[in-house]
């Protein structure tokens, strides 16, 4: 009986897998832009200027690119540009690392 349940439980995970589709460039700034997203300890605002403040607890102001079809980021004092695919599901977004990590966060509004 054991046997029986896991392996329904093993065949049905696929259906409960999130449905995350890639997005493009356009996509990327249209999701973006002038939006909030909830992390799990943060918060995200996208200025449509390119500035975009993180808070963890505190504010943090960086700025935002799309390039080709990624997000990219950059903040100071670095002077360095992190780039990330990008995908988009029910009420969110996730950002997807060069190593395939990723960061899934969620519409504020």
Known sequence: MKLWIAA???CAT???????????????AKALTDRTLRYANA???????GRTLYNAGQDSWGYWAVRGDQYCSQWPPGDSWDCYDMA????????????GSTTDGTYAE
């Open 8 to 10: 329904i439980f093993l």
């Open 14 to 28: 696929p259906a409960l897998a999130d449905d995350w589709q890639p997005i493009n460039g356009d996509s990327i």
């Open 43 to 49: 918060t995200q605002h996208f200025y449509a200027s």
């Open 88 to 99: 988009q599901g029910a009420g969110g977004l996730r950002f997807i690392a060069g190593d």
